[in-house]
């Protein structure tokens, strides 16, 4: 399995998704193109969210796409997912480093802070997350992480750079071309009526973007 983290990244919403077609939904992302998961559910049913995050689990390893849960180091470390995505308000990457080991991807939320990537990179994280990049209707109060804030973040870091917040296929060329190696998505693709058609969107702008 390819654990990078570059191309679409699909971000899961618990108040988007019904139940019921949960992991049918995700698949039909994962098949239109998205090359990371990230299991992202503010929910507290801790039954429910070990549930799905299992069953997101099997579906993405034999897609080969590594699975990411968002904020829940536990949850990471009880089911054995591929990483965890962490934010200010989450517990520190130093923390859950020496609780998931050295194998497992940790990412983190840098909002709009070029400092505060630098000082997550020194913790240990694999990448670092900038936004929202325009505004979103899932976190309508993020603070924005302007395009120029991106192109500053890929001259100064080596590590993968993911962008999110907003970002429609209308949008995306303009972020893309600031060098980020992701774009982490969720209404865009899970708000959308044809979630494959709407994965395979984005799919293809980085597909265009290898052939340059
Ligand atoms: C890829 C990615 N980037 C940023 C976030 C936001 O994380 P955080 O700031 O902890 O906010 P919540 O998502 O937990 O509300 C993310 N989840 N994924
Ligand atoms: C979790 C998060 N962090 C900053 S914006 C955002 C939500 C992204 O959702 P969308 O892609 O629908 O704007
Ligand atoms: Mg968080």
């Known amino acids: 399995m390819s654990l990078s983290i570059q191309g679409l990244y699909a971000v ?6 019904p139940d019921h077609c949960f992991a049918y939904n995700v698949e039909q992302a994962i098949i ?5 998961v990230q299991y992202r559910d503010k929910n507290t049913n801790k039954l429910r969210k070990l549930e799905q995050a299992q069953s997101l689990l099997k579906l993405c390893r034999h897609y080969g796409v590594p699975l990411i849960i968002n904020d829940d180091v536990s949850l990471a470390k009880q089911i054995g997912a591929d990483g965890v995505h962490l934010g200010q308000e989450d517990s520190r990457i130093l923390t859950a480093r020496e609780m998931l080991g050295d194998k497992v991807i940790i990412g983190a939320s840098c909002y709009n802070q070029l ?11 694999n990448y670092i997350a900038f936004g929202s990049v325009f505004p979103s209707r899932i976190k309508p109060r993020a603070v924005t992480a302007p395009l120029t804030l991106l192109r500053q973040a890929r001259a100064l870091f080596s590590c993968p750079i993911v962008a999110i917040g907003g970002i429609t ?16 998505v969720v209404y865009g693709v899970f708000g959308q009526r044809d979630i494959f058609l709407a994965a395979q969107r984005y799919a293809k702008l980085f597909t265009l973007k290898a052939k340059e």
């Open 169 to 184: 296929p209308e949008n995306a060329p303009s972020v893309l071309e600031t060098g980020v190696d992701a774009v982490a």
């Open 32 to 36: 239109g193109g998205a090359r990371v």
């Open 12 to 17: 899961t919403d618990g108040t988007l998704i």
């Open 115 to 125: 400092s505060l990537a630098e000082r997550a990179i020194s913790d240990g994280a």
